[in-house]
């Protein structure tokens, strides 16, 4: 039985343990949870270190330092059904396609225990999802981030689940007719038409609820295409800081995964230069950029509430018959507003989304 979350462990580290590693110091003392167990809460910053909240794991202690230990309620053992309305795309008795909202959660965890994706699928599909992913991931082959909206394909039973997901494993380099495509709204342009960035991703070592670019991280190659460029309000220009009309404030970018790390395509365009347009996490340091907006574009990103990323286009082989299944979805209404706004200040120059990533 885990410690009541109502109050929370404090340890003071002792002479004899200075110098060791912050979760085997907690280990010896709360035998209650095991050190994977916390571990897990170290890293989700429920533990502080004389009142600063520590994330390393193996973070080494000093003598007569206090630790405290928040432990949130148990798990719950099996999510519910809960009536969350579903845009369903497709649907047939081996998979469902859905197109996701924004604010939306795929599976329970921590923080996220109810109102997510899986607990409204439970609420669709009664006991047919696949068991394959465990019991609080019936059916999900992959993952859209909470603020990422659009297109997720869901296995409803086990076959379709191994299916499905060794094409997400291969993203079609196994010669498979399988794409995954996302429309990117970024600050400025990249200078070419189109690219590739093939840079490994691994977790940030200074902050482990953040991924990166890192030497010895797993594969991660993003194609990319230069939509559309926009440029910023036109304007009395300072003599002192002279501003070219032709450089754009922000970008449309279709990108396609070639492969499936975890914030792949944020990391990967803020790591060239060009963060998502709302992207808090890798896009922080952009925030001053909002200036070079149109004002409408300004209004449109200040209400936007997250990171400017939509999955539109889907493009799997079905796991019973075989046949091609090509999928797409729309911008939702606050991407189009933005997009109307950006369009509507300056257009360095257009192209029409046509839905293919060349």
Known sequence: ??????TPTAVLVADDEAGDRLDRVLARHISALSRTRLKALIEAGAVALDGETIRDPSHRVNSGAAIRVEVPPPEPAKPKPEPIALNVVYEDDDMIVIDKPKNLVVHPAAGH????????????????????????????????????????????????????????????????PFERGYLAFAWGAPERPSGVIDRPIDRDQRARDRMAVREGGREAITHWQLLERYAGPAGPRRASKPERSDIP????????????????????????????????????????????LPPKAQLALSSLGRQALHAYMLTVKHPSSGEILRFRSELPPDLTRLREALVGGRAASSAKVSGDLK
Request: hydrophobic content about 40%; some cysteine; glycine content about 14%.
């Open 113 to 176: 225990w109810t109102g997510t994706l899986v607990n409204a699928l439970i609420a669709h599909c009664g006991d047919s999802l696949s068991g394959v992913g465990g019991e609080r991931r019936p059916g999900i082959v992959h993952r859209l981030d909470k603020d990422t909206t659009g297109l997720m394909v869901v296995a409803k039973n086990d076959a379709a689940h191994r299916a499905l997901a060794a094409q997400f494993a291969g993203h079609g380099r196994d010669g498979e």
């Open 249 to 292: 404030a922000a970008s449309l970018i279709a990108c396609r995964l070639e492969t499936g790390r975890t914030h792949q395509i944020r990391v990967h365009l803020a790591s060239i230069g060009h963060p998502l347009l709302g992207d808090e996490v890798y896009g922080s340091g952009f925030r001053t950029k909002s200036a070079l």
């Open 1 to 6: 039985m885990e410690v009541a979350s109502s």
